[in-house]
C-alpha cells in the first residue's frame, strides 16, 4: 500500500504575450508534481477569460500585454475571483507599476530571469496565503511615502491590540517573522499569528497591504534621508 498522500495540484494561469515566456514558465513549473499549468494567455483580456473560466489557484501575470493591461487585468480578475491570487511578472521598470500592483492586491512580484525553484517557491507561497514582499518592495513603499509630508508617528487603527500594533509597525519596517519575533521575544509562530488575525480584522488580503495599511494612517514615518 502506498501511504504517500495525495494533495490537489496547485493551479496556475501563465499571462504573457511573449510566447517563448509562457514555454518557459510552463516547463519549469511541470518538473514539480504539486503545481499544475491549466491555462496561458497572450492579452490581458485572455487572462480575464481565461481565469474565470479556470478559476486558478494563482495567475503570473506579466504587466505590458496587448489590449488590457496586466494590472487592470488583475484587477479585474481579483474583484471577480477573491481567492485567486496574482503574482505581476515585472522588471520594476517604474515604481507606478509596483504601487499599483500592490493597491490592486497583487500578492508578490517576480522578474522574467526568475530561476526555476524560485519561481516553484513563488507559486506555493502566494497559492498558501502568504505574500511575496521582497525588501526591494519594502523599500519603494518606504521610498514612496518618504516624499509624502512626514505624517506623526504612532497612530492607531481600530480594532487592533497594542501587540498587534507593535507587530505591525516592524512589518511595515520590511522585517521577516523571525527577526520581528526576536525584537519582541516571542516565537515566529505568534507573529505569523498576529499577522494572519490583522490581516482578517482590516479586510486585507495579504502582509504587502499590511504595510500599506501602517504608512497610510502613519503608524510610521519614514526615516528621511539627508545629503552628505
Request: glycine residues 6%; without cysteine.
Amino acid at each position: 500500500m502506498n501511504d504517500t498522500p495525495i494533495t490537489t495540484p496547485i493551479t496556475v494561469l501563465i499571462a504573457d504575450d511573449q510566447a517563448l515566456v509562457r514555454a518557459g514558465f510552463r516547463a519549469l513549473l511541470s518538473r514539480s508534481r504539486d503545481i499544475r499549468v491549466t491555462a496561458e494567455a497572450a492579452t490581458g483580456d485572455e487572462a480575464v477569460r481565461a481565469a474565470l473560466r479556470e478559476r486558478p489557484d494563482v495567475v503570473l501575470m506579466d504587466i505590458h500585454m496587448p489590449g488590457l493591461d496586466g494590472l487592470t487585468a488583475a484587477e479585474r480578475v481579483l474583484a471577480a475571483l477573491p481567492a485567486t491570487r496574482v503574482v505581476v511578472v515585472t522588471t520594476f521598470d517604474t515604481d507606478e507599476h509596483v504601487f499599483r500592483a500592490l493597491r490592486v492586491g497583487a500578492a508578490g512580484f517576480l522578474t522574467k530571469e526568475v530561476r526555476g525553484e524560485e519561481l516553484r517557491a513563488a507559486v506555493r507561497t502566494v497559492a498558501a496565503g502568504d505574500a511575496l514582499l521582497a525588501p526591494g518592495v519594502t523599500r519603494r513603499v518606504i521610498e514612496r511615502f518618504a516624499h509624502r509630508p512626514p505624517p506623526p508617528p504612532g497612530g492607531r487603527l481600530p480594532g487592533l491590540t497594542p501587540r498587534e500594533h507593535e507587530v505591525l509597525r516592524l512589518v511595515a519596517e520590511g522585517l521577516p517573522n523571525g527577526d520581528i519575533a526576536a525584537r519582541l521575544f516571542i516565537s515566529p509562530h505568534t507573529v505569523k499569528t498576529h499577522v494572519t488575525n490583522m490581516i482578517n480584522k482590516l479586510g486585507l488580503r495579504d502582509r504587502t497591504q499590511l504595510v500599506i495599511a501602517a504608512y497610510d494612517n502613519a503608524l510610521v514615518a519614514p526615516a528621511r534621508r539627508t545629503r552628505p
